[in-house]
Every structure is written in structure tokens, then in C-alpha cells.
């Protein structure tokens, strides 16, 4: 395995939950800095959320605060993305990244390697 696979994604109603997992690889996967990214139709793909490695310090985009967040189990190499009150601005293919370095970025060009991408659709 040389990238993240990311499992779920679907049709949630505004206002649900909806969980995306993403397993990562390598023997450092513990330091790696783990992200989540997401891109809409015709808008360039921003940053979601990221915890560092080893620390595993959080952090979140402000549209997100407070509704997402990013479980690590690390014995699994297993990140998660929890999205709870799912809003019509929040629609858009999820991305996990996976960084060699402990350092977490809001740049996806700052992401070594990518899961395949999980659609996911917010209906009203």
C-alpha cells in the first residue's frame, strides 16, 4: 500500500452525521501528520482538518469548528473524519492526506500522499 484508503461517504440529510475512515500505511504512520481536505464542483480543494504526529495536536478550518473532528487510532493506522450537523456548504469529494513529517499544513500542496476521495452529498 503507498497511498491512504478511504472508506465511507454517501448521502446524509442536513443536519446528520456521517463518519469517513481512512487507513493509513508505513511503519512511521504514528509521526505521520494525517489530514482531511475537501473540494466542491468548480472550487480548488481546501483544508478540512489535521492532527501532527506523535503529539497529535488538532486543528480545524473555522467553517468546521465545532462539527467535525479527527479521531486517530493509531495501533489500527486509522483516521477518522467525524462530520456531525452536516450543513448544504459542507457537499464535496473528502481527501485524507498523509504527510511523512510530523507537521501538519493547511496547503494540500504540503501532503505527500492521498487517499482516492469520498463523495459526500448533503441533502435539504
Known amino acids: 500500500q503507498v497511498q491512504p484508503v478511504e472508506f465511507g461517504g454517501g448521502l446524509v440529510q442536513a443536519g446528520g452525521s456521517l463518519r469517513l475512515s481512512c487507513r493509513g500505511f508505513?511503519?512511521?504512520?504514528?509521526?505521520?501528520?494525517m489530514g482531511w481536505f475537501r473540494q466542491a464542483p468548480g472550487k480548488e480543494r481546501e483544508y478540512v482538518a489535521t492532527?501532527?504526529?506523535?503529539?497529535?495536536?488538532?486543528f480545524y478550518a473555522d467553517s468546521v469548528k465545532g462539527r467535525f473532528t479527527i479521531p486517530r487510532d493509531k495501533s489500527e493506522k486509522m483516521v477518522y473524519l467525524q462530520m456531525d450537523r452536516l450543513e448544504p456548504e459542507d457537499p464535496a469529494v473528502y481527501y485524507c492526506s498523509q504527510s511523512v513529517t510530523p507537521y501538519t499544513s493547511t496547503r494540500p500542496e504540503d501532503s505527500d500522499h492521498w487517499g482516492q476521495g469520498a463523495q459526500v452529498t448533503v441533502s435539504s
Open positions: 492532527i501532527a504526529g506523535s503529539g497529535g495536536r488538532l
Open positions: 508505513g511503519f512511521a504512520f504514528g509521526r505521520n501528520a
